[in-house]
């Protein structure tokens, strides 16, 4: 079934020049990171799974502009899928808990986890579960590999990225105590928005946030804040908005991140962007 995806995949791909440098190059940078590996062992493990895959093109991000979607419940000959048969785990995170610490902090920053799934490692003994097929051309030799890390598309996979921030939280608590209840409190997926009080407290904050993740290969990016001051610092040297200051005193962001929608207020009540599309009766 998987090959049988593939090879419709590549219809599209040998019509479209764009999404096919696109989906290659999405792959050859997971490669490269050491995210997915070639399948050389000539003999087949007793348990595996093939995961159909196909891209979903997303032009207003700055960075990425195609993401591959792993689709773990595309059903086997069995008419199960791998999603229909894995723990999937509590995820328990309350957003108005969230966005109501947010609003009370006098300087308020947004940042986000960089690949933080692909920066969690399954088990080798499970990773030939999470197998994929690929070919460089339509004609040319399908290849097996496999994922070996958290895979967007999977059912556990947002269990597996919070509980590994928990544990960090708990692992690094005594390096690190600031972030240790910002990381348990703080976080919707792999967005962070969190703040403190004072300038000099945020700035801590900043910094032991950063170390804390780095510890387990994580990297903070995409920084925003209400603070050109937290936006100006070494720390932030990736910042993805600029801001302008309006009438109001407020300072805007654009982001598309679930969270960092957020508008960032110096004074005003809390603002959420939103866009309803039109309907025709």
């Not at 496999?146 to 921030?165: E, W």
């Not at 300038?199 to 946030?209: G, I």
Request: glycine share 2%.
């Amino acid at each position: 079934m998987a090959v049988r995806q593939l090879n419709s995949l590549w219809k599209r791909l040998s019509r479209d020049s764009e999404y096919l440098s696109l989906y290659t190059d999405f792959l050859r940078e997971y490669e490269d990171l050491c995210h997915l590996e070639r399948v050389v062992e000539s003999s087949e493990p007793p348990t595996q799974y093939y995961i159909p895959h196909h891209g979903v093109l997303r032009p207003d991000k700055l960075t990425t502009k195609l993401r591959v979607v792993f689709n773990a419940s595309y059903p086997t000959t069995t008419g199960i899928s791998l999603n229909d048969i894995l723990m999937k785990g509590d995820v328990i995170e309350d957003v108005f808990q969230t966005i109501s610490r947010f609003r009370r902090h006098k300087f308020a920053f947004t940042t986000d986890i960089q690949k933080m799934y692909r920066q969690i490692l399954i088990d080798p003994d499970q990773q030939d579960l999470q197998r994929i097929v690929w070919k460089t051309g339509p004609n040319e030799e399908v290849s097996a590999y496999r994922l070996k890390t958290v895979t967007y598309g999977m059912s556990n996979a947002p269990f597996l990225a919070i509980r590994t921030l928990q544990q960090l939280s708990e692992d690094e608590k005594s390096r690190f105590p600031l972030p240790s209840e910002v990381l348990l409190h703080d976080t919707y997926m792999d967005d962070i928005v969190s703040g403190a009080p004072d300038l000099e407290t945020a700035r801590r904050l900043q910094s032991q946030l950063r170390d804390a993740l780095k510890s387990c290969g994580m990297t903070l990016h995409k920084w925003s804040s209400n603070s050109p001051e937290l936006l100006n610092s070494s720390l932030s040297t990736d910042v993805e908005h600029s801001f302008s200051v309006d009438t109001d005193l407020s300072v805007r962001t654009e982001s598309v991140g679930s969270l960092s929608r957020i508008v960032l207020c110096l004074r005003c009540p809390f603002q959420l962007n939103h866009h309803i599309p039109s309907v025709k009766c």
